[in-house]
């Protein structure tokens, strides 16, 4: 079955550390993946994606992620994190011929001053 | 470019009582989903229309959820009659293509009493 696994609820990060987010998959065929992030009462924003091509994706806010095929994953980070960075994090999974997302349990992401 | 706008943004009404959300996708986007959010989860797929037409509904508690997208670009979706279980925000979101990114609406935070 076609799986994303995002293993940590919570994440733990003093300001200016860096910051990492786990997230792996499990697939038929190449995976596109996404990441998602929201905010408090907000819809989800969109962060970035990998389709194809370098396994360093950049996004929005600064943040960035690595495909790994060999390892299945597509981990979350950002050199240095913000306390505004604190919120809600979903990792995602395009699959099937209506390409519809297979959505990650999703990790709160808590950034301490 | 203007987002994915829904309304309303908060509704609360007594159980068996019927409700209707709006969902405007970004001009030009094809595709259209209504998910489904409880609190600290994943989103849940309820339906996909491309343009005007279903794509996939099976995740759609047919006996109390209609969904319709009659032109190809606003859509609706109602529940009639509301259950308790039904507490949840409701979450529309539109993408141009088969591998770009779903843009999401703010959502409709509905609790049912």
């Known amino acids: 079955a076609q799986s994303v696994a995002q293993p940590e609820d919570q994440v733990n990060v003093a300001e200016g550390n860096p910051l990492t987010v786990k997230c792996t998959y499990s697939?038929?065929?190449?995976?596109?993946l996404f990441w998602y992030v929201q905010y408090p009462n907000r819809g989800l924003q969109f962060l970035l994606k990998y389709i194809t091509g370098d396994n360093l994706v950049k996004g929005s806010y600064g943040f960035e992620a690595e495909f790994n095929k060999s390892q299945t994953s597509f981990h979350l980070k950002k050199p240095s994190a913000l306390v505004s960075d604190s919120a809600l994090y979903f990792c995602?999974?395009?699959?099937?011929?209506?390409?519809?997302?297979?959505w990650g349990a999703g990790t709160k992401l808590i950034i301490k001053p | 470019e203007a987002g994915v706008a829904q309304s309303p943004r908060y509704k609360i009404i007594e159980k068996r009582q019927s409700v209707a959300f709006w969902c405007n996708p970004i001009?030009?986007?094809?595709?259209l989903y209504w998910y489904q959010q409880i609190l600290g989860q994943g989103p849940k797929l309820l339906i996909q229309?491309?343009?005007?037409?279903?794509?996939?509904d099976s995740q759609l508690p047919k006996d109390r959820f209609s969904a319709e997208r009659l032109k190809g670009v606003d859509s609706t979706l109602k529940i009639q009659p509301a259950k308790l279980e039904d507490s949840a925000v409701y979450l529309c979101?539109?993408?141009?293509?088969?591998?770009?990114?779903?843009?999401f609406g703010p959502g409709t935070r509905l609790t049912v009493l």
């Open positions: 979101a539109s993408k141009a293509g088969s591998y770009n990114e779903q843009f």
């Open positions: 001009s030009g986007h094809a595709t």
């Open positions: 995602a999974v395009l699959v099937g011929s209506n390409y519809q997302l297979i």
């Open positions: 229309f491309q343009n005007n037409g279903v794509v996939d």
């Open positions: 697939v038929s065929g190449n995976p596109y």
